[in-house]
């Protein structure tokens, strides 16, 4: 611990240790579903991060990091970074899921040009703004901040300070993909209902050609998305719940 005991004297221990949990929590606070949000103050999400990590380097779950050097110790921090940005990944992918899925909805029946409120760097569609929000809610009710908390102080054993090759980067890998693909099956009932509209507007335009049937199918092509969509959303919250936490891994 002599990288900042000519300034700091005794209190450098303590420093380092600090500085290695922040490393860590960095990006699992800030990509964390709920406290991660873009409507959440940037002051607000640094003090969480400065708070939280305050906390679980005084409980003694962490080690004390061996870090004598400058060197050392940018090394360590950069390793850190690495593993919260992987940990942090896995916490945002599960309302990603709801994201694509909603996206895909929204263009299947017709409200993709609706936009909501920016709850990540860009606005999304109204029905990704309302999956999104749903899923967040139903986590946070679920403690899982929680559980996310007592997470991280597990994998201090799981992942010591630093290691980067304890990381197992090909089920972050697998987690993306199985994110995306349960995401796409989410929406397949709506794509499937915009296919058959589709084909049935194609056989009556063809029987047809002076009817302009778009002005009657676009209209109950949104209002049977929306019907179909307030039947099935509680459903399809409750079995994303179930995959959300898989796909985490590591809570």
Avoid at 8 to 16: D, K
């Amino acid at each position: 611990m002599e990288v900042l005991a000519p300034y700091l004297g005794q209190a450098s221990p303590w420093i380092v240790l600090f500085l290695t949990v922040v490393a860590r929590l960095s990006f699992v606070v800030f990509l964390m579903p709920g406290i991660g949000d873009q409507v959440m103050s940037a002051r607000t999400r640094l003090f969480v991060l400065l708070g939280l990590s305050a906390a679980i380097a005084s409980t003694g779950a962490v080690p004390a990091p061996d870090a004598q050097k400058l060197a050392d110790l940018l090394q360590l921090l950069g390793s850190e970074v690495i593993i919260g940005l992987g940990l942090g990944a896995l916490l945002r992918l599960s309302v990603w899921m709801l994201t694509i899925a909603g996206t895909v909805i929204a263009q299947s029946i017709g409200l993709a040009q609706f936009l909501g409120v920016a709850l990540e760097h860009e606005a999304q569609t109204v029905t990704s703004n309302m999956l999104s929000m749903a899923g967040t809610v139903i986590l946070l009710t679920a403690n899982y901040h929680i559980a996310v908390v007592d997470g991280l102080m597990r994998l201090y054993a799981e992942i010591p300070l630093g290691d980067v090759a304890q990381v197992s980067w090909g089920m972050i890998y697998g987690s993306f993909y199985s994110a995306l693909s349960f995401a796409l099956m989410l929406a397949w009932p709506f794509v499937a209902a915009n296919l058959f509209y589709n084909i049935c507007l194609g056989f009556i335009n063809k029987a047809l050609p002076s009817l302009m049937v778009a002005f009657v199918g676009a209209p109950f092509m949104v209002g049977a998305g929306v019907m179909l969509l307030a039947i099935s959303i509680s459903g399809m919250l409750i079995i994303w719940k179930d995959r959300a936490l898989q796909v985490i891994g590591w809570l």
